[in-house]
């Protein structure tokens, strides 16, 4: 009898495995409440992504020290958390409203307080994805620390080596001149197994105008405490409060949100006007209608991108100033959000604007009530597009009868991951499959690949996949979507959730236009499948510029001629 032939699990899916372990073991320590990253259940996660081994975390399962993937993880958590050993993730619980000063990291909005020297809580207004993306980079911090304190902590005792002894040393003294700091520094790379240039290279991007040594002091928290954790039983813990357990998934922050929104709508008597959605940034959409008008004298040329670069420069916030003013004379409100949610909005009342103000022209027989509303909300975060939309397109409550909104078009532009291509490449999905699971959302796309040809930019169209985390992606996974009769173009973390509130607010509650249109188009902001072309590896810069407008303006050109 012939032995059967066992078959080999591909990477690709030992990867895909990897991802859910990932995250049946963080709902589960979500439900359970706590966990310590030396415990069980920390060992659990920290050992899925090694065998995951990420993209974006680079080298993380050696030896040596992983630091593009360190710089992408603190930007993304509050500074200082590499010296807390309670991470507390909480609802908003008002904290706010006490004498501590919010922290926010740089590339993540999200409110973050330090309550004491050991203890820092992080509010999670996003739902569950915001978790997920949390817990995930903490992961890799603590594999990090793990990985210094294996280096120091001399074998079977207390001791440390003589590298770590110097950085202690550094770290603690009050005067520090600049050969010290060297030296420092050459004590580092040693303990993280990294040449003296690149540990440089490192210490001048975190470095700041008030905390110089901020690399040095950040490696030597995430040693110490690993080391205290090994050698007195002192062990870090995450917390999930209470009050956050009860509230996930409810929809609070969402609610609150679009009721906002809806008053604000009604205030200004536009709910029957016809309402354009547009999920994208605070500028590109303000810009695309008034700038080249309002800015004529100091940029001539129409034809040009300069404009949108300079708007999008630091530098020139006089300009942005004064596109915001017209803007603001000319139908345009700003709802700062307060509800939690971290989403910004932007409404344009198209009616209000002035004779020779706006750079899109109307169909000659358009009356005021026809005219549209232009909706701009921020980026919503995975899960959260979902909360967000599915309770704006909910009818309002009246005292006789609901009242509908009359939304005619739904668009997202977005920032996604390539797989065949470079930074500022565009990809127009044809529909959206959400990993891990058999989900799949096919529409018909009101934007389309020629819609964009003769820029000089790469322009794929095909499906895309909406991913768990992005921080959670390997080659093995996204060679297989690529390659496979999914035809997947790039991957994102919104797509699904948007249309899956699309779909069920217009063919099942019937609360907008069943024929609804839609529309997707990305820009490529890395391609995880090149090496050192991952999101670790820095921002789009000005490359992010020209996509971003040719998007807005074919989105803004459809709106006004349809």
């Keep these: 009898m012939m032995a059967t032939e066992v078959k080999q699990t591909t990477r690709a899916q030992e990867s895909t495995n990897a991802i859910e372990r990932l995250y049946i073991t963080m709902r589960h320590l979500l439900n359970r409440g706590f966990y310590k990253p030396s415990g069980v259940s920390g060992n659990a996660l920290r050992t899925a992504l090694l065998l995951l081994r990420p993209e974006?975390?680079?080298?993380?399962?050696?030896?040596?020290?992983?630091?593009?993937?360190?710089?992408?993880?603190?930007?993304?958590?509050?500074?200082?958390?590499?010296?807390?050993?309670?991470?507390?993730?909480?609802?908003?619980?008002?904290?706010?409203?006490?004498?501590?000063?919010?922290?926010?990291?740089?590339?993540?909005?999200?409110?973050?307080?330090?309550?004491?020297?050991?203890?820092?809580?992080?509010?999670?207004?996003?739902?569950?994805?915001?978790?997920?993306?949390?817990?995930?980079?903490?992961?890799?911090?603590?594999?990090?620390?793990g990985k210094i304190c294996e280096r120091v902590l001399v074998e079977d005792g207390t001791a440390t080596i003589r590298d770590w002894d110097k950085l202690v040393n550094f770290v603690q003294s009050e005067e520090k001149s600049e050969a010290e700091r060297e030296v420092a520094l050459i004590h580092v790379a040693n303990i993280l197994g990294r040449t003296f240039e690149e540990v440089v290279e490192i210490k001048n991007k975190l470095s700041t105008l008030t905390q110089p040594d901020r690399f040095l002091n950040i490696i030597f928290w995430l040693g110490k405490l690993a080391i205290e954790e090994e050698t007195t039983g002192n062990k870090r813990t995450i917390t999930f409060s209470p009050l956050l357990r009860e509230r996930l998934g409810h929809h609070i922050h969402g609610e609150r949100w679009a009721a906002l929104i809806k008053q604000t709508l009604g205030n200004h008597k536009l709910l029957d006007r016809p309402i354009?959605?547009?999920?994208?940034?605070?500028?590109?959409?303000?810009?695309?209608?008034?700038?080249?008008?309002?800015?004529?004298?100091?940029?001539?040329?129409?034809?040009?991108?300069?404009?949108?670069?300079?708007?999008?420069?630091?530098?020139?916030?006089?300009?942005?100033?004064?596109?915001?003013?017209?803007?603001?004379?000319?139908?345009?409100?700003?709802?700062?959000?307060?509800?939690?949610?971290?989403i910004d909005v932007q409404i344009f009342d198209s009616a209000k604007f002035g004779k020779n103000t706006c750079c899109y022209d109307f169909p000659s027989d358009i009356s005021d009530d026809e005219k549209p509303v232009i909706f701009v909300m921020d980026y919503a975060f995975g899960e959260q597009a979902y909360e967000t939309i599915d309770e704006l397109l909910k009818p309002m409550e009246g005292e006789v009868q609901k009242k509908?909104?009359?939304?005619?078009?739904?668009s997202v532009m977005g920032k996604a991951g390539i797989l065949?291509?470079?930074?500022?490449?565009?990809?127009?999905?044809?529909?959206?499959?959400?990993?891990?699971t058999a989900d799949n959302y096919p529409f018909k796309n009101e934007l389309c690949a020629s819609d964009f040809e003769g820029h000089g930019l790469k322009v794929l169209e095909g499906t895309m996949v909406t991913v768990l985390g992005t921080s959670l992606q390997n080659?093995?996974?996204?060679?297989?979507?690529?390659?496979?009769?999914?035809?997947?173009?790039?991957?994102?973390?919104?797509?699904?959730?948007?249309?899956?509130?699309?779909?069920?607010?217009?063919?099942?509650?019937?609360?907008?236009?069943?024929?609804?249109?839609?529309?997707?188009?990305?820009?490529?902001?890395?391609?995880?499948?090149?090496?050192?072309?991952?999101?670790?590896?820095?921002?789009?810069?000005?490359?992010?510029?020209?996509?971003?407008?040719?998007?807005?303006?074919?989105?803004?050109?459809?709106?006004?001629?349809?």
């Design 56 to 145: 974006i975390y680079g080298s993380v399962a050696e030896e040596k020290a992983e630091l593009d993937g360190l710089i992408y993880v603190l930007e993304r958590l509050p500074e200082g958390i590499e010296e807390c050993r309670f991470i507390n993730l909480t609802s908003d619980e008002g904290f706010s409203k006490s004498h501590l000063k919010a922290i926010v990291p740089p590339k993540r909005r999200r409110n973050c307080y330090r309550i004491d020297d050991e203890q820092m809580n992080i509010e999670i207004t996003r739902g569950r994805s915001d978790i997920y993306d949390i817990l995930t980079h903490l992961t890799f911090l603590f594999i990090e620390s």
């Design 276 to 342: 354009h959605i547009i999920s994208a940034n605070m500028h590109s959409v303000m810009n695309s209608l008034f700038a080249k008008k309002v800015l004529a004298k100091e940029f001539p040329d129409t034809k040009s991108l300069d404009i949108y670069e300079a708007l999008s420069s630091s530098k020139n916030k006089g300009l942005r100033k004064k596109v915001m003013e017209v803007g603001e004379k000319n139908g345009m409100i700003f709802i700062d959000d307060e509800s939690g949610a971290n």
């Design 404 to 410: 509908f909104l009359n939304v005619d078009s739904i």
């Design 420 to 436: 065949e291509g470079g930074k500022g490449d565009l990809m127009i999905p044809s529909a959206h499959i959400f990993e891990g």
């Design 475 to 562: 080659k093995d996974i996204l060679r297989f979507f690529h390659e496979s009769t999914w035809n997947v173009i790039g991957l994102e973390m919104e797509g699904v959730h948007y249309q899956k509130a699309v779909q069920s607010a217009s063919k099942i509650r019937k609360s907008i236009n069943k024929d609804v249109k839609v529309r997707y188009a990305y820009y490529a902001s890395d391609n995880p499948l090149e090496t050192g072309s991952t999101l670790a590896s820095g921002g789009l810069g000005t490359t992010g510029v020209k996509p971003t407008y040719l998007i807005t303006d074919r989105i803004l050109k459809q709106i006004f001629n349809s």
